[in-house]
């Protein structure tokens, strides 16, 4: 019944945070109307614009929900994570102002489309590829940019931003809306996402065990029907 829903944000500083994460995805992907098509083993896995959107919503409904892990807390390294076992957005409050952050908060609302669109077949490290190309399109949609503003200094980092831009430039993500890309086309990226998550994030807290998980499929077990 319309009107019943339970406020699902225990307190206005969740709701907050919640509408925060959301009103910064909303702006990251405002132009960036990307529909690409990513092919493995096989099968098909579209992402578009308009599943970010999606999750926006099922935040504001608290279906998946956005907290503060208090692991973040005074961190600046991290602005979010995605954990995929309790549908949770993780949020670093204090670095949600940081330049970058709505395109990187795209990049785990991504992972949480992964997860609503049940791709059950997905290896987690294309998973994580895609999030990465989502999260370069919101950076320059369409075009080059610099990378001193960005990347942090970090050559892996930046090696997996550059390949997300070549596979942003070469498959015209900007204008093409029917845009396929193999799992020939997609492993470059796929590949430099692996070599950067294993020697940089292989001791930080990572809800989904990247590391171990890379290669494998993404656990179908946590999937709930939203
Ligand atoms: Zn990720």
Redo the contacts with the bound molecule.
């Keep these: 019944m319309v009107g019943e829903r339970k406020e699902p944000y225990s307190t206005q500083r969740d709701r907050d945070l919640a509408q925060r994460c959301n009103a910064l995805v909303a702006q990251a992907i405002q132009n960036v109307d990307f529909s690409f098509t990513l092919e493995e083993s096989g099968q098909k896995y579209i992402y578009h614009r308009y599943m970010l959107h999606h999750v926006r919503h099922l935040i504001e409904n608290g279906d998946i929900g956005v907290i503060e892990d208090p692991r973040y807390v005074g961190s600046g390294a991290i602005v979010a994570?995605?954990d995929r076992q309790n549908d949770k957005v993780l949020a670093n409050r204090g670095m949600l102002g940081d330049a970058t952050a709505g395109a990187k908060m795209a990049?785990?609302y991504?992972?949480a489309a992964t997860d609503v669109m049940k791709y059950s077949m997905l290896t987690s490290a294309s998973?994580?590829g895609a999030?990465?190309l989502v999260q370069r399109c919101c950076m320059g949609f369409g075009t080059k940019v610099n990378h001193g503003n960005f990347d942090g200094g970090d050559p892996l980092y930046r090696a997996v931003l550059d390949n997300a831009e070549q596979l942003m430039l070469s498959k015209n993500l900007a204008k093409d809306k029917k845009a396929v890309i193999t799992a020939a086309e997609f492993k470059p990226l796929r590949d430099a996402t692996a070599v950067y998550y294993k020697a940089t994030l292989a001791s930080m807290f990572q809800p989904d065990d990247?590391i171990r998980a890379l290669g494998l499929k993404i656990p179908s077990s946590y999937y709930k029907n939203y």
């Design positions: 994570a995605y990049h785990e991504t992972h998973d994580e999030a990465f990247y």
